[in-house]
């Protein structure tokens, strides 16, 4: 009868420890869908349902990131479809502006975070994918050029504190530093700009 209870304590301690292990291996490697998912600044946790640019196949499509939920961009005959997936760059820019716009000022911002993903063609047809991610407090432009065969290649990634739309151009929206945000700084080219859909 001891030998039994031996036995059974002995098992139940086992698998004790077991589960403990697994426990402490999940807490402690994460396992997560994606746990590189916060490998660059324009990548966090919180969008973990993006897989992160550099782990992204050299042959990703654009059939791929329409499947990904990516705003998708293609060069197309007038027409034909050119854009997919409009509604998240629409969701981005709604959950990111707040309500007032005093031109040249910048958009208020609502502090809550956004993710959006473009994938857009080069004339030749090579892929740009541009991640745009907004903190809470500022706009974190991470673009991956790995793909184009006839331009500078390489990830980079760029910050901006402001939202800006132009008169002129009511749908278009600029990211920048510059509080004070005009025409003129479309010449200088420091500053970002987010996927153009219709309105």
Not at 160 to 171: A, D, E, G, I, V
Request: with cysteine; proline share 8%.
């Amino acid at each position: 009868m001891k030998n039994v209870t031996l036995s059974i304590f002995i098992s139940l301690m086992l698998i004790f420890a077991a589960c403990a292990a697994i426990f402490l291996a999940c807490k402690f490697l994460s396992c997560s869908p994606n746990p590189e998912a916060t490998y660059d600044p324009g990548h966090p946790a919180l969008f973990s349902a993006y897989e992160p640019l550099k782990n992204l196949p050299a042959d990703y499509s654009t059939l791929d990131a329409v499947s990904d939920g990516c705003f998708v961009r293609i060069n197309a005959l007038p027409d034909e479809q050119s854009t997919w997936n409009d509604e998240v760059v629409t969701g981005f820019i709604n959950t990111v502006r707040g309500e007032t716009y005093n031109e040249p000022k910048p958009w208020h911002l609502t502090g809550t975070p956004a993710f959006l993903r473009a994938v857009a063609q080069t004339i030749e047809g090579d892929l740009i994918i541009t991640d745009f991610y907004y903190d809470g407090e500022k706009f974190i432009v991470t673009r991956d050029t790995t793909r184009d065969k006839f331009g500078p290649t390489g990830i980079t990634t760029a910050t901006y504190k402001h939202l800006h739309s132009l008169p002129f151009k009511p749908n278009e929206f600029y990211l920048s530093d510059n509080p004070q945000f005009s025409e003129d700084d479309l010449e200088a080219g420091d500053y970002a700009m987010l996927p153009v859909v219709a309105e």
